[in-house]
């Protein structure tokens, strides 16, 4: 058995009393190669860090693998968003107004909707994306009302040199207040910690694919 299925089911396992909770494989800087094992054994939840990356081996597979389920979990810029189209199926960063507007654009016209998370800065710390916890009733409001978005949960990045759990607690009780059923949080370093506290999708990378050179 390949390695980075063993990787997978090691998670799977220590995940076995949360059935609600989804594992997304992040494949950033890795290629097909180290991919298709886990495709080939029925994963189907990837995520992707940059645009241009994706694009470069995720086309092939997704016409191989058509239930593959790919992720944009990384800064998303709004002149990149007609690339997310037909590939992506999640965004897991929106954390701006002017983001929302040219996502609705760019589904209006490829007529696709994305399921969206919206990226919120917990720690308000400056060289983090996410809208912070003040600004984040507007741009929700917004985001469903005026530009007929998907939002269907929160995701967050928690500052590192403080104990994680608060601030995945803090987003547990977020998603809550708006009602939304999907939370996005948790990586190879603390998912544990944020399946404890509801997280619905971990973005798992080198716990599964090893150490990026």
Not at 201 to 211: A, E, H, L, N, P
Request: with cysteine; aromatic share 10%.
């Amino acid at each position: 058995m390949h390695n980075t299925i063993n990787n997978l089911e090691n998670i799977k396992n220590k995940l076995v009393n949360y059935p609600k909770a989804k594992i997304i494989a992040v494949s950033k800087t890795f290629n097909q190669e180290h991919i298709v094992p886990l495709l080939d054994y029925g994963h189907k939840d990837f995520g992707e860090n940059k645009i241009q990356e994706a694009l470069e081996k995720w086309p092939s597979l997704k016409e191989k693998y058509t239930d593959i389920k790919l992720h944009m979990i990384g800064k998303l810029q709004t002149n990149k968003v007609k690339f997310l189209f037909p590939h992506f199926d999640y965004i897991h960063s929106l954390d701006n107004l002017k983001l929302a507007e040219k996502i609705s654009k760019e589904e209006l016209k490829n007529k696709k909707k994305f399921k969206i998370f919206i990226q919120v800065n917990l720690g308000d710390e400056n060289q983090k994306n996410g809208i912070s916890i003040k600004e984040l009733p507007d741009l929700y409001k917004q985001a469903v009302e005026k530009f007929e978005l998907n939002i269907i949960g929160l995701m967050c990045l928690p500052p590192q040199k403080e104990s994680v759990s608060s601030y995945f607690s803090e987003l547990k009780n977020l998603n809550m207040k708006f009602n939304l059923n999907e939370l996005s949080m948790g990586m190879s370093g603390d998912y544990l910690e944020a399946i404890k506290n509801n997280a619905t999708y971990v973005r798992v990378g080198s716990k599964i694919f090893g150490s990026r050179t």
